[in-house]
């Protein structure tokens, strides 16, 4: 859990390099990258002396050496009487500019994000009241929808996959469906997989659990553990869904992955029992990630994993059910600490990973903690731009002290969308 740091007041002109010194003032009042930081170098000391401040505070178990003392300080450090800025000074205040524009930058990146994962689960919505009365239409509808996202990752080199907030992620069968399809595609992507593929791949996982329709809602929303009877009926829903999928007129490759998604490396899935060799490649790709979702979007919120635990979990304990080479392209892609996860830094400062680039597994974005800041004003660090800070360990809601909790909001639901380098720069 986290707690409050132990701070004591010095004279500005005992500072030196090695204190870790607390600034009890606005992040926008200075011009350093934190509130909380250790002093690497004079210009930091000068820029210290310069604020205006009658004190400031330290804290010493973080601290590489004490403060100067006051006897000797006049001599070792005087206080700075430059009226302008050095060239260090305006170093700094350029530097801080632009983690500013980052930030505003990031913010917009997420605000996107959400509009367009909230623009696509409604388009999904209509798609899913048309299965019946018109099921062509709506397949035509599901190829346009996935078309867009499909181009939209295989045009683009760089994509950031960002978690959404409870807000605008609801809890039903849609927004599972639409998780399984838009992770399966980035991850597709990572594959190297053809176009075409990974269009059928987001088809297939969009309506992957099809067949629940035809399966007593009793059974499908039950908590509880199943009868056998019962498993045997849900199980059924791949079979129900190929035949649904047939009158919608999706093709082979979509109704592979509806039928096969449970199906285990291992033989141990359903519905035929296959091992891995005569399982398709791009059903394997869906049962990770329908996994993965179950884990962190349980019935149970409090039976959920977070996403840390999750591909933890999949990885130590599951591995023998999935395609190993496809796992591990997934880790790699979500991250270490995927979206979503809470984190301590190494600074002690806890935090919440709210996107990542699968280029940099262990240097996501970071919301951070700092009650200095307004929360809706939170600062986000990325941490391949921050080389001295790293993630010192994934943490739990419940290790959260309750003001830490409100100002992060952990997510209750696990809901992802990515952002794509391109769509940004057409959006500027």
């Known amino acids: ?61 973080r601290s590489d050496c004490p403060p100067l003392a006051k006897s000797i300080t006049s001599e070792l450090a005087p206080p700075s009487t430059e009226l302008s800025p050095s060239a260090e000074e305006i170093a700094l205040i350029e530097s801080k500019k632009n983690r500013v524009e980052k ?7 997420i605000a996107r994000c959400e509009k367009e994962f909230i623009k696509t689960a409604a388009a999904f919505k209509n798609i899913a009241s048309k299965l019946f009365s018109r099921p062509q239409d709506a397949c035509q509808d599901a190829d346009h929808l996935i078309g867009q996202m499909q181009a939209a990752l295989v045009d683009d080199m760089s994509v950031a996959i960002h978690v959404m907030n409870d807000k605008v992620a609801g809890e039903d069968a849609y927004y599972h469906s639409l998780n399984v399809s838009v992770l399966a595609m980035i991850l597709g992507k990572e594959l190297a997989l053809p ?21 007593p809602d009793r059974i499908v929303n039950k908590h509880s553990e199943l009868s056998r009877a019962e498993q045997n009926l849900l199980q059924q829903h791949c079979q129900y869904g190929v035949t649904i999928a ?21 033989g141990s899935g359903y519905p035929q029992q296959l091992r891995l060799e005569r399982i398709a490649r791009l059903a394997r790709i869906a049962c990770i990630i329908n996994a993965y979702d179950k884990l962190c979007n349980h019935p149970n ?9 999750a591909l933890a979990y999949m990885f130590k304990q ?34 919440m990973v709210v996107s990542n680039s699968a280029g940099m597994p262990l240097r996501p974005s970071v919301l951070i903690y ?28 419940k290790q959260l002290q309750p003001e830490v909790y ?22 500027n």
């Open 1 to 61: 859990m986290t707690t409050v740091p132990i701070t004591t007041s010095i004279d500005l002109d005992q500072l030196c390099i090695g204190l870790y010194v607390h600034l009890d003032l606005a992040w926008l009042e200075h011009s350093f990258a934190r509130n909380s930081f250790k002093i690497k170098n004079q210009a930091q000391i000068a820029a210290l002396q310069q604020l205006g401040l009658s004190s400031i505070r330290i804290e010493a178990a």
């Open 103 to 109: 930030l505003n930058e990031e913010r917009a990146a």
């Open 195 to 215: 176009a075409e593929d990974i269009k059928a791949l987001g088809i297939g996982c969009l309506f992957h659990d099809i067949g629940k329709i035809e399966i």
């Open 246 to 266: 047939e009158k919608m007129g999706l093709s082979k490759a979509a109704r592979e992955i509806i039928l096969q998604h449970h199906e285990y490396a291992d």
């Open 301 to 309: 919120p409090a039976e959920s994993l977070t996403p840390y635990e």
């Open 318 to 351: 599951q591995r023998k059910l999935y395609d190993p080479a496809i796992l591990n392209m997934f880790i790699r892609c979500m991250g270490v600490y995927p979206p979503g996860t809470l984190v301590e830094l190494s600074d002690g400062t806890p935090g």
């Open 370 to 397: 700092d009650p200095s800041v307004p929360k809706d004003e939170a600062i986000i660090l990325n941490l391949s731009e921050e080389p001295e800070l790293s993630i010192r360990a994934s943490l739990k809601a």
């Open 406 to 427: 409100a100002y992060l909001s952990p997510r209750q639901r696990m809901s992802y969308f990515f952002e794509s380098s391109k769509s940004t720069s057409r959006k």
